[in-house]
Nanobody
Framework: QVHLVESGGGVVQAEGSLKLSCVVSSAIMKPYNVGWFRQVPGKERDFVAGYQWNGGRTEYTDSVKGRFTITCDTVNNTVYTAHLQMDKLKPEDTAVYYC???????????????????WGQGTQVTVSS
């Protein structure tokens, strides 16, 4: 079992910044790919950003490229904390943001598909215009 705990959500004005953090813990730490998703009421949970533990490759959905940055604190290539720095926020970024983790032995696309992810409880991000 993997536990993910997010923090850092809140209310910010458009063009402002927020940083989300996610602590990854497990009885036996293994390599995990980690990422962030977001969801608005009535819509599916969408991929935002992902980090591949083996090599540190990152991916972003097009709408956040150049504005969001995912980073991870690692020990011996094992991810312990994931961060999402969100700059130049827009009202359309308003959503509940979820941290996700998937086994690191799979390619990042498995995390992006979301079918076998571990999930955090979510944190609300609200961007006012």
């Amino acid at each position: 079992q993997v536990h993910l705990v997010e923090s850092g959500g809140g209310v910010v004005q458009a063009e402002g910044s927020l940083k989300l953090s996610c602590v990854v813990s497990s009885a036996i730490m293994k390599p995990y790919n980690v990422g962030w998703f977001r969801q608005v009421p009535g819509k599916e949970r969408d991929f935002v950003a992902g980090y591949q533990w083996n090599g540190g490759r990152t991916e972003y959905t097009d709408s956040v490229k150049g504005r969001f940055t995912i980073t991870c604190d690692t020990v011996n290539n094992t991810v312990y904390t994931a961060h999402l720095q969100m700059d130049k926020l827009k009202p359309e970024d308003t959503a509940v943001y979820y941290c996700a983790a998937a086994t690191g032995w799979e390619p990042l696309i498995v995390l992006k598909e979301g079918r076998d992810n571990y999930w955090g409880q979510g944190t609300q991000v609200t961007v006012s215009s």
